[in-house]
């Protein structure tokens, strides 16, 4: 088993930055694919941003691109998302998923991909 938990979100105005951490712990970190996905209120599930198990590949959707950074530091279990000029329609509870992967080099940003999930951390941008 995997847990996960976040950290790190909060209220800010627009513009602004916040620096979203996840602490994972049960399970070998370096062995795990990792991403982030939010959820606004009556939207559909939203691929944020992934990594593969050594950090050396990422991914991010196409709505945070430029914007938000996913990276990670194996020797602390934990995975970071920094987002820069934060807008409302970041606002969402944030999530993040670990996939036990035997391959090297792959990032998945397909939440079905997806074994564990954190309680999620509540992101809201004011404007």
């Known amino acids: 088993q995997v847990q996960l938990v976040e950290s790190g979100g909060g209220l800010v105005q627009a513009g602004g930055s916040l620096r979203l951490s996840c602490a994972a712990s049960?399970?070998?970190?370096?062995?795990?694919?990792m991403g982030w996905f939010r959820q606004a209120p009556g939207k559909e599930r939203e691929f944020v941003a992934a990594i593969n198990r050594s950090g050396g590949r990422t991914s991010s959707g196409d709505s945070v691109k430029g914007r938000f950074t996913i990276s990670r530091d194996n020797a602390k279990n934990t995975v970071y998302l920094q987002m820069n000029s934060l807008k409302p329609e970041d606002t969402a509870v944030y999530y993040c998923?670990?996939?036990?992967?035997?391959?090297?080099?792959?990032?998945?940003?397909?939440?079905?991909?997806?074994?564990?999930w954190g309680q999620g951390t509540q992101v809201t941008v004011s404007s």
């Open positions: 998923t670990a996939r036990p992967d035997t391959t090297y080099y792959t990032y998945y940003t397909d939440y079905s991909k997806y074994d564990y």
């Open positions: 049960g399970r070998t970190f370096s062995s795990l694919a």
